[in-house]
């Protein structure tokens, strides 16, 4: 199983920006919803956005209106675009994809290693 890879993540001032990026390889499946999630230190991790396979977004209420989750489904890739970002956005940001293969339950697949964000002045 080649777990999906987060990158994107970096340090900027508060009311910076990031785009964040998880891609998976292909393979004798397709993927359903994709979503992320982050983990501060100390906190357990909490979702912060989802999108299913047809498009549709879902955000935490903490986010809504600052980031953009969006999906290139040719490229079995999921985007996080973070506006106006906080000091309480600092945290490891996780992808989740749900693997559909033909005949199984749905499996869920969460990225490897994460990506730092750190917001700070």
């Known amino acids: 199983q080649v777990l999906p890879v987060e990158s994107g993540g970096d340090w900027v001032q508060p009311g910076g920006s990031l785009k964040l990026s998880c891609t998976t390889s292909?393979?004798?499946?397709?993927?359903?919803?994709m979503g992320w999630y982050r983990q501060a230190p100390g906190r357990p991790r909490e979702w912060v956005a989802s999108?299913?396979?047809?498009?549709?977004?879902n955000y935490a209420d903490s986010v809504s209106g600052r980031f953009t989750i969006s999906r290139d489904n040719a490229k079995n890739t999921v985007y996080l675009e973070m506006n106006r970002l906080q000091p309480e956005d600092t945290a490891v940001y996780y992808c989740?994809?749900?693997?559909?293969?033909?005949?199984?339950?749905?499996?869920?697949?969460?990225g490897g290693q994460g990506t730092q964000v750190t917001v700070s002045s």
């Open positions: 292909g393979g004798d499946f397709r993927i359903g919803a």
């Open positions: 999108t299913t396979s047809g498009g549709a977004t």
């Open positions: 989740k994809l749900v693997q559909i293969r033909l005949g199984r339950p749905p499996r869920d697949i969460w």
